[in-house]
């Protein structure tokens, strides 16, 4: 049986808010979600598994429709899809009334219900959250009915606050396979056969490196899973590495070619890294308009000389806390840092004081 496991697609997300590209990247998520359909409608699977989180929060009628909409297109596809955190089956929701497409199974037990797929051999266990919080661990003793059946398990969460899971737990209980969401990072445990397969595109600036879904095989002899790179773009982390004479606009000509050499689609956290001119400031506004910087963090240090600033401050603290550190031959990392920061803080003082 070929599958495919998607999870957090969080429609309706707005993780660039404020930004140029806001309104483009909500649009971004719904058109990545919808080409995942039509890629199933152009090489068809047998399952396709939605672990939770296919909103951002609580669905509109007409999104729901929407998306049934898609669903129709690939009739031949089996779906299943739970309700995660996020999107959870609250009183009122239209998740409750909604009547889904003849190949669609909605998950709606607050508790772990096995779903059969007769044509299929095959039986989904899963539930839909009732609350944006749950602390039990639903998933860790659950045993299989059927053996003779291709048994998996769909569990949305792996936190302290959205179903703790105990994989050794979960890979004892018999699955043939174990589709996880909630958790943004892809992860692949092929011996114990669980896997996270992330969000679909970045949600957050904190989803760095590579996002997509699991495509996978199994029957009852065999396995087979990998994760399959599909978001239209990614967080990027960038390091740049600053010299005592670099100016403002070397470093955009220069952070052009970077961001174009790496895919100017992707957004970026840019490190500034090394040793600057004590005098030189980074131009934020201009490095944001350089390309999609989302941050900027500065890790650099003042090039100080710090024989000339104790000869000049010998009779101050700044001079006595310099002269802890020039009498080593050699400074460890620790020591260096603290030096240059402790300078630092030690000249902004006394330049306050003026």
Known sequence: ?????????????????????????????????????????????????????????????????????LFSTIPMT????????HDYIKKG??????????????????????????E????????????NENRDSMYDHVIVNDTSKINILMAHGGDEKHIPVNKKRVAMSGFDYAAMGHIHIPSIDESNRIAYCGSLEPID???????????????????EIR???????????????????????????RLQSMIEDHGSANMYKVYFKGYRDPEFQLDEAMISNTGNVVAIIDETVPDYDFEELYQENKDNILGMFIHKYLG???????????????????????????
């Open 1 to 69: 049986m070929r599958f495919i496991h998607t999870a957090d697609i969080h429609l309706g997300a707005n993780p660039e808010n404020g930004r140029d590209w806001d309104i483009r990247r909500q649009d971004e998520i719904w058109g990545t979600f919808e080409r995942l359909i039509t890629h199933i409608k152009e090489d068809p699977v047998d399952l396709l598994l939605i672990a939770g989180d296919l909103f951002h929060r609580q669905p509109l009628l007409r999104e729901l429709k929407e998306v049934d909409y």
């Open 78 to 85: 089996k779906i299943v899809l739970c309700a995660g955190n």
């Open 328 to 354: 080593k031959s050699e400074l460890t990392s620790l020591e260096r840092k603290t030096l240059y920061y402790g300078t630092k803080a030690l000249l902004d003082a006394m330049e306050d004081r003026l």
């Open 227 to 253: 994760f399959v790179p599909f978001a239209k773009r990614n967080y990027l982390d960038m390091d740049y590495l600053l010299t005592p004479t670099v100016t403002n606009m070397e470093i955009k000509s």
């Open 120 to 131: 299929l051999n095959t039986c989904v266990y899963a539930l839909s959250y009732y609350n």
């Open 93 to 118: 929701s239209f998740y409750e009334t909604f009547e889904w497409s003849k190949n669609v199974i909605f998950v709606d037990s607050k508790n772990v219900e096995p779903y059969n797929i007769d």
């Open 205 to 223: 600036i904190n989803d760095v490196g590579e996002r997509g879904y699991i495509y996978g095989e199994v029957d009852k002899d065999n396995f």
